[in-house]
């Protein structure tokens, strides 16, 4: 890896820990979830940062892919259980990474996906598989009570693309792909006292472009034209302004120009834990960019 690139993920790294540290203190019982998402949301284009996709904040079973409506007039409850996950590029150059906040009285769930998290990293190394990276997260999850979502994974990064091999298992498997130096990815173990699978609920606020193809209907095009900077990073409909997104939105999933990412949520009532760190694989072990 050149030089230049390295210094672009270390900073990325750097930004995107700050903020998360201090998004966390603004997650409080009776805080509004739209004033707290743009808000940690500007403090990124404050840093001179920008957004590798919009702010994930997902509460209790929901897992991942929730963010704010434009008008979305929730508050954060006493015993909430608040995923924050947070994307920052420069120059695409990107660090992933994530903490829970607990609102309620949950320290062994979130304990269980942060020692997961630093088991896979104390790991990581040049020759190791991801499958061994997924037993060590499996294993500290399951021993505190808890199981980890084994259809969520950690990914690989490049340059303006959130998710690229390899992927990062949370739960045992044997072999996979095998760890080189140079590699870019996000490990983030999920624990869930629910079934530890998560499926799609109804609610969509997050899209990606896919691809480039003309379209008739004047706002799918004027979508595209707003979203065109991103160079393919996901975006929020909250980012987007005019009139008919829903119809824009629909007429260019429908066309596979756009990829919508539903609210991914473990059964009813369960409660959902996640931690995420960026890493470098270097000659002799990682380098944790978002530490």
Not at 78 to 106: C, E, F, N, R, S
Not at 161 to 186: C, D, K, S
Not at 187 to 212: C, D, M, N
Request: aromatic letters at 6%.
């Amino acid at each position: 890896m050149k030089d230049d690139v390295m210094d672009m993920y270390i900073e990325a790294g750097r930004i995107a820990s700050e903020i998360r540290e201090k998004g966390a203190g603004e997650i409080r019982v009776g805080a509004s979830y739209l004033w707290v998402v743009e808000k940690i949301e500007g403090w990124v284009q404050d840093a001179g940062a920008g957004l590798a996709f919009p702010l994930n904040v997902s509460l209790n079973e929901d897992a991942a892919h929730d963010t704010a409506s434009r008008d979305d007039e929730r508050v954060f409850s006493d015993g909430d259980v608040v995923k924050l996950d947070l994307g920052v590029h420069l120059d695409g150059y990107i660090a992933d990474t994530a903490v829970t906040v607990d609102l309620g009285d949950h320290p062994l769930l979130l304990e269980a996906s942060a020692r997961g998290l630093d088991a896979a990293i104390s790991i990581v190394a040049p020759g190791v598989s991801v499958g061994e990276l997924g037993s060590a997260i499996h294993g500290e999850i399951e021993s505190r009570g808890f199981r980890p979502i084994a259809n969520l994974t950690g990914h690989g990064l490049d340059r303006y693309r959130i998710h690229t091999p390899p992927n990062i298992p949370n739960i045992r498997q044997n072999g996979g792909a095998v760890l080189e130096e140079g590699m870019v990815f996000a490990i983030e173990p999920f624990a869930s006292t629910g079934t530890g699978h998560v499926s799609e609920k109804h609610r969509t606020e997050i899209f990606q472009q896919l691809a480039v193809k003309p379209v008739r209907l004047p706002s799918a095009r004027r979508v595209l034209e707003e979203m065109r900077p991103r160079k393919g990073l996901p975006f929020s409909r909250r980012w987007l302004s005019g009139e008919k997104l829903d119809l824009a939105l629909s007429t260019l999933a429908r066309s596979q120009v756009i990829r919508a990412y539903p609210v991914l949520s473990d059964v009813p009532g369960s409660l959902v834990s996640q931690a995420e760190h960026t890493l470098i694989v270097t000659g002799e072990g990682c380098l944790v960019t978002t530490a």
